[in-house]
């Protein structure tokens, strides 16, 4: 601790070193105070925030930090993917910044960086999902550091990421991501190519995400069972396919006999196809199809069925499996959650919107119930025999 006044203005200052949770010596130094106590105290007050965690450190730092974490916590492809945003889009831009001095603009201005990079036949670098991954991790960087007492503010809590706003409309909310039942029927009878609706029918009849649809190869289905195995996906970080993230999400799903027609008669028409084997994928024969492509399919789909239709994803086709299943109070969650490759838990809290319709269907039933039997009663009591006899 050492406290000095500046000859030239007549204030107090403190100054000082400390090493920070990398072990890296640091300097420290702030001036305006007006007496020697008030500089003493300030810079215990600031000691005692170093002894709590709050030490300052600069970007590159806190990536070293997050990185020795997160690769005790996530898979290999996870944790490479995150290198590489980092490697390339993250350190570039704020590599030597304070973590403490990163503003919401600074974050901001940096998204739109990333959406203005472009290859050198002028495509964009980066993908407005990609765009979207990379802030993901910035803000759970900067979460971590939250935990670890480095910043008391997380500044990407404030913005969010760069969106282009002459690009197509951002996902419907994740409640309106679904059509009922009935409204998928409709729509499939608006789809005459065989392809696409072969594939939206296999997406909502096994309640899949498209990842897991991408990956799905002839020898992960069999016919005599009239099940499918999903063992692995599409990874949009990493445009590889790979295992599932989730163990929940390793399972068997089993198909009604539509469904496994569908199947059936795309496997019998591959097999025609020079060179097949059984790791052809069921949509794309030796390539898989990328998301993205479903996508925008699907979205030019709507759009040609008509206004009636609401725009969803393809992941709301899941959606509309889901509400379907949970619709019927005799399915058991547990085997509702386990064909999803969820937990009861994640279940509830990823379909809480289709619980809450459920739960008001519950009470108008509950409500009906009390106006019968209050009628009843009513009736008994108006009835002669049940007249208490006058005197």
């Not at 990536?63 to 993250?90: R, W």
């Not at 063992?231 to 496994?260: A, F, L, Q, V, W």
Request: charged fraction near 30%.
């Amino acid at each position: 601790m050492s406290q000095h006044k500046d000859k030239v203005t007549g204030k107090w200052y403190y100054t000082g070193k400390y090493r920070d949770m990398l072990g890296k010596r640091h300097d420290y130094k702030k001036r305006g105070f007006a007496t020697k106590k008030e500089a003493k105290d300030a810079e215990i007050t600031f000691l005692q925030k170093l002894k709590g965690g709050y030490g300052r450190i600069k970007f590159e730092d806190l990536t070293e930090l997050y990185n020795q974490e997160i690769t005790k916590q996530k898979k290999g492809a996870t944790v490479k993917a995150y290198k590489s945003m980092q490697k390339n889009y993250l350190l570039p831009y704020f590599t030597g910044r304070y973590i403490d001095k990163i503003t919401p603009l600074d974050i901001s201005k940096w998204s739109e960086h990333c959406a203005h990079l472009t290859k050198a036949n002028g495509e964009p670098k980066c993908s407005p999902d990609y765009i979207k991954n990379q802030y993901l991790l910035l803000y759970g960087m900067f979460s971590f550091a939250i935990d670890h007492k480095l910043v008391t503010e997380n500044p990407c809590k404030s913005t969010t990421w760069y969106q282009d706003p002459n690009a197509l409309p951002d996902d419907p909310p994740s409640k309106d991501n679904y059509w009922e039942i009935e409204m998928f029927y409709d729509f499939m009878e608006t789809v005459n190519d065989p392809f696409w609706n072969d594939l939206y029918e296999i997406i909502e009849g096994f309640g899949l995400r498209v990842g897991e649809l991408c990956s799905l190869q002839f020898s992960k289905i069999f016919f005599n069972t009239k099940q499918i195995k999903i063992d692995c996906t599409y990874s949009s970080s990493t445009g590889k396919i790979g295992p599932p993230k989730s163990p929940n999400s390793y399972r068997t799903i089993e198909g009604t006999e539509y469904h496994m027609e569908i199947l059936k008669r795309r496997y019998e028409a591959a097999q025609k196809i020079d060179g097949f084997n059984e790791d052809y994928f069921v949509f794309g024969d030796l390539t898989h199809l990328r998301p993205d492509v479903i996508r925008a399919q699907l979205e030019a789909d709507i759009l040609a069925a008509g206004d009636e239709f609401k725009r969803i994803t393809p992941h709301g086709l899941r959606h509309t499996h889901a509400s379907h299943l949970l619709s019927n109070p005799l399915i058991p969650e547990q085997l509702i959650a386990e064909r999803l490759g969820h937990t009861i838990e994640v279940l509830r809290k990823t379909y809480s919107h289709i619980y809450e319709k459920h739960r008001k269907s519950m009470v108008l039933y509950l409500e009906e119930r009390p106006q019968r039997v209050r009628k009843s009663k009513k009736e008994i009591v108006l009835s002669s025999e049940c007249r208490p006899m006058l005197n």
